[in-house]
């Protein structure tokens, strides 16, 4: 049965903050007030940043409690970019830009609960369709990384790649149309969560190749995803990476967003950046 507090609670698991003690990366704000943070480096681009995993969601909303996690972190990390783990709808203080959002979903229906169409088939993907899934896999990472303005370096997206398709948790599920691929969801199941100590089926992909049917192709994706983490007893967890502020592709972002809060799914929590630059530097 999915532990539904892990995804909702605003504090930190004591095993992480321990390990965290233990590791150096946990400071004082305040008056024995905590956070962890410490210098993050994307491999995909080589950029540094400052990643606050844990910081309590009162400070986080306060311009005093924020001043001083600015403080500590300059301190420890310099002057980078600062990312911010903010849990549900808890915003950050000030000039704050969403980079991604997590969002979560519990559900312990069985399967056929879409209702197909002719020549549809959705099944879990065997070796012969790991090229397809590969390259479907580079576009999405690619991709996101050029909505961000950021982009990525090949080696390190086909790195990634390679982890997520040789990873034993991997399961893979492929829709067909007409014996033809038509797109992918892919999960890594069993996934954990330091911060939280949630145990959940991450969504790492799911993207479909464009068509009339290709929405309904999503939905039935992402059904075959939720049966497989309900089989499992797990929550099924997604993202939504947000451009930065103010083109088409934001509000696209905020559009799919708006469509999964309004379909069954729920704010887990959001990474927040600053200072957000048109070319995230």
């Known amino acids: 049965?999915?532990?539904?507090?892990?995804?909702?609670?605003?504090?930190?698991?004591k095993v992480f903050l321990n390990a965290a003690d233990a590791a150096g990366s946990l400071h004082e704000l305040t008056d024995g007030v905590p956070a962890v943070l410490g210098e993050t480096v994307d491999p995909a681009t080589g950029r540094s940043a400052c990643l606050v995993e844990y910081c309590p969601a009162d400070h986080l909303s306060r311009p005093d409690g924020l001043a001083r996690l600015r403080r500590v972190a300059a301190e420890a990390v310099g002057d980078v970019p600062l990312i911010v783990r903010a849990p549900g709808e808890v915003r950050p203080h000030g000039d704050?830009?969403?980079?991604?959002?997590?969002?979560?979903r519990w559900s312990?229906?069985?399967?056929?609960?879409?209702?197909?169409?002719?020549?549809?088939?959705?099944?879990?993907?065997?070796?012969d369709d790991d090229e397809f899934v590969a390259d479907c896999l580079v576009e999405a990472i690619e991709g996101g990384y050029s909505d961000l303005g950021q982009p990525a370096h090949r080696t390190a997206v086909e790195a990634a790649v390679t982890a997520i398709l040789t990873d034993d948790s991997r399961v893979s599920y492929l829709a067909r149309v007409d014996g033809a691929q038509r797109g992918h969801a892919t999960l890594l199941t069993g996934a954990y969560d330091d911060v939280s100590g949630a145990v959940y089926d991450d969504l790492v992909d799911m993207l479909v190749?464009?068509?009339?049917?290709?929405?309904?192709?999503r939905a039935a994706l992402v059904e075959a995803a939720q049966d497989h983490?309900?089989?499992?007893?797990?929550?099924?967890?997604?993202?939504?990476?947000?451009?930065?502020?103010?083109?088409?592709?934001?509000e696209?972002?905020?559009?799919?967003?708006?469509?999964?809060?309004?379909?069954?799914?729920?704010?887990?929590?959001?990474?927040?950046?600053?200072?957000?630059?048109?070319?995230?530097?």
Request: charged residues 20%.
């Open 108 to 127: 312990d229906r069985g399967p056929d609960r879409a209702a197909g169409l002719a020549g549809w088939t959705i099944g879990q993907a065997t070796g």
């Open 96 to 104: 704050w830009a969403r980079l991604i959002s997590y969002v979560w």
């Open 229 to 250: 983490a309900g089989r499992d007893g797990r929550a099924l967890v997604g993202n939504v990476t947000h451009p930065a502020p103010g083109g088409a592709a934001a």
């Open 1 to 13: 049965m999915v532990d539904i507090a892990a995804f909702v609670r605003l504090d930190a698991d």
């Open 252 to 281: 696209h972002a905020e559009q799919v967003l708006r469509r999964l809060l309004d379909g069954g799914w729920h704010r887990w929590y959001s990474l927040w950046v600053t200072p957000r630059r048109p070319s995230c530097t």
């Open 209 to 217: 190749r464009p068509g009339p049917d290709s929405g309904l192709l």
